[in-house]
């Protein structure tokens, strides 16, 4: 051991050289040293009905996974909480006064004697990055006892891999918040002058979808026909909630037989999504840009046409005009749509095809730079997102003491 030797590296070698011992949740629970619970039922009328300010955490991984705030509250302690619908993600509780939703666990630690809370948050956190959980798999308590192996270092050691951690979190998100304000303002400035590129007056030639587009409807295509192989589909809720203003490969598939009844869409063909359960959503479009022929299904437009593709995916998407005719004619309350009809009568701006190209080539530009992740600022929030979850890895990489 040497004077410039880490501290965390002087304690392992002092307290556990030969390694820790690794137990599973569940044994840990067996042996009194934590306690796993489920939270209480707490809807969105009960939430309404009974307003206050103390917080209501649920199955949503985004963000703090705050439900909304209620009039009671279920814990006033430091704990752990997880999402056991929404893929089982973990969150630090401070102690403060909230509530917890059946939809999530929580986990106590009673004999503070032997594990730090907080260490375990970070060991459980650091797995959970390699796990899979969905509604079929979900992260019930009783699953995750086995599903989690921990290594248990001795207190000190535990107390110093958190001192480092939180001060790495909180560098982490200082830097972070300053990047996603650049981001943001970067997203206004992208807003702003997708607008003013989006916006035409009365020199530009305006002309209904009918009248530049062959326009088809869909049919069929349920969920439920999807498949791991065979022909590409695009279904209609996926157009806004996977795709962007194009794409050159689908996520699903379906069998030939299915495919030979269902719609063709061709290269440069776009597919506009008529039904949503949200205004925002409605009417979003994909421009399909692959080599290969496709199928799309029910509640869905397909535009053949001779225009630049990605010019009307953007316009269609995003210009004022077409969103505010879309409000103007869509119909429905728990579901809304917009007829075939109504959609062919969309008035849209169709300058040249030069001037199409010149203003897809600045939003394009100006697309990557906000939303992807490999360049700009996404990638730098994502490198830093990266080591993190990388050192927090090798802080817990511990050799597992032999029996």
């Known amino acids: 051991m040497t004077n410039n030797q880490p501290k965390i590296e002087q304690l392992i070698v002092e307290l556990c050289p030969n390694g820790v011992e690794f137990k599973k949740l569940g044994e840990i629970e067996d042996e009194g040293i934590i306690k796993l619970g489920r939270g209480n039922v707490i809807s969105k009328t009960d939430l309404a009905s009974n307003p ?6 649920s199955s949503s991984a985004a963000g703090r996974g705050e439900f909304g705030r209620y009039s009671e509250y279920m814990f006033e302690e430091e704990m752990i909480t997880w999402s056991i619908d929404g893929g089982g993600k973990f969150f630090y509780r401070p102690a403060h006064k909230y509530s917890v939703t059946n939809v999530s666990g929580w986990l106590r630690v009673e004999n503070k004697n032997v594990l730090n809370i907080k260490y375990l948050y970070f060991a459980l956190l650091d797995a959970w990055s390699s796990k899979f959980f969905d509604y079929t798999k979900k992260a ?3 699953v995750i006892r086995d599903e989690y192996q921990i290594p248990i270092p001795p207190l000190p050691v535990q107390q110093e891999i958190v001192d480092i951690l939180d001060k790495f979190t909180q560098l982490e998100a200082e830097l972070e918040a300053e990047l996603e304000a650049e981001l943001e303002a970067r997203k206004k400035q992208y807003q702003y002058y997708r607008d003013e590129l989006l916006t035409f007056g009365d020199d530009a030639e305006w002309r209904s979808l009918d009248e530049v587009a062959e326009i088809v409807g869909g049919s069929g295509l349920p969920k439920a026909d999807f498949r791991d192989t065979g022909v590409s589909c695009i279904h209609y809720g996926q157009i806004y909630t996977h795709y962007g203003i194009h794409t050159t490969k689908t996520i699903s598939f379906v069998a030939e037989e299915l495919a030979s009844k269902l719609k ?10 008529k039904t949503s359960e949200n205004i925002e959503d409605l009417c979003k479009s994909v ?13 869905t437009a397909i535009l053949k046409h001779k225009q630049n593709p990605k010019f009307l995916s953007f316009y269609i998407n995003y210009a004022s005009e077409f969103e505010t005719h879309k409000r103007k004619v869509a119909t429905g309350i728990k579901v809304l749509d917009v ?47 990266q080591q993190y979850e990388y050192y927090r890895g090798k802080l817990l990489a511990f050799q597992e003491l032999q029996k």
Do not use: C, M
């Open 339 to 385: 007829s075939l009809k109504n959609l062919k009568k969309f008035k849209i701006p169709i300058p040249p095809l030069p001037v199409q190209q010149e203003i897809v080539d600045i939003l394009d530009k100006f697309d990557a730079l906000v939303n992807d992740i490999s360049i700009g600022l996404p990638a730098e929030i994502s490198a830093r997102r």
């Open 140 to 142: 019930h308590p009783s």
């Open 264 to 273: 063709k869409v061709q290269t440069g063909d776009i597919i506009i999504a």
């Open 287 to 299: 421009a399909y840009l692959g080599d290969n022929e496709i199928v799309t299904g029910g509640h």
């Open 52 to 57: 206050g300010n103390y917080p209501v955490y």
